[in-house]
C-alpha cells in the first residue's frame, strides 16, 4: 500500500500524501484531523487539492479515450475476441 500511495501522490499527482501518527511514521495510523485536512484540500479552493483534481480530469478524458470505438482499450478488447 506505501509503494501505491508514493505513485498514486508522487508520480501521478492524483492523490494527497497523509502524515501518520508518531515522529517517524512507523505506526500507520493517520489521525482524523489529517484525514480531514486532506479531504478539505480536496474538496474546497486549496492549491494543492486543484493540483490533484485538475490531474484528475486528464486521467478521466484519458481513460474515456481509451474505451470509445477506436481507443486502445476497445481495440484490445476487440483482438482479444477476435
Known amino acids: 500500500q506505501v509503494l501505491n500511495a508514493f505513485e498514486l501522490v508522487n508520480a501521478l499527482g492524483v492523490g494527497l500524501a ?3 501518527e508518531g515522529d517517524d511514521g512507523s505506526s500507520g495510523i493517520v489521525r482524523a484531523e489529517e484525514l480531514e485536512r486532506a479531504v478539505r484540500s480536496l474538496m474546497e479552493v486549496d492549491e494543492e487539492g486543484a493540483k490533484v483534481r485538475e490531474k ?9 479515450k481509451a474505451v470509445v470505438e477506436g481507443g486502445s482499450s476497445y481495440l484490445n478488447f476487440a483482438t482479444l475476441v477476435g
Not at 484528475?56 to 474515456?64: C, S, V
Open 18 to 20: 497523509l502524515n501518520r
Open 56 to 64: 484528475m480530469k486528464e486521467m478521466k478524458e484519458l481513460g474515456r
